[in-house]
């Protein structure tokens, strides 16, 4: 279960993350809002996963989901560059974040 909790809260950080670029430096009410209060569920849910996992494994998946998913919510919602070497870049986050989820469950 902490694994589960653990990835949603690295989801909610797209969630976040583009709340407040929406919301224009915090000038928006409702994109400011949102976007704090995700952050702060996502701190908490974070923990929950803490109960059982590492702490640097835990905060290490969680930081990495959260860049990937943000690095591709800019590409695909902000036309932010796809360019080769930025996608080689996000596919070795995900190798480590893989590859800490295997060495964690070993």
Do not use: C, H
Not at 10 to 33: F, H, N, Q
């Amino acid at each position: 279960m902490a694994w589960v909790y653990l990835v949603a809260a690295g989801l909610m950080e797209l969630v976040w993350a583009t709340a407040l670029k929406e919301s224009d430096g915090l000038t928006r009410l409702w994109p400011s809002v949102i976007g704090l209060t995700v952050a702060v569920l996502s701190v908490v849910v974070l923990s929950l996963s803490l109960r059982t996992l590492p702490v640097g494994t835990a905060y290490a998946v969680f930081v990495g989901l959260g860049a990937i998913g943000v690095a591709l919510v800019g590409m695909i919602a902000f036309g932010e560059s796809a360019s080769p070497g930025r996608l080689a870049f996000l596919a070795l986050i995900v190798a480590g974040v893989v590859g800490l989820q295997l060495m964690e469950s070993s």
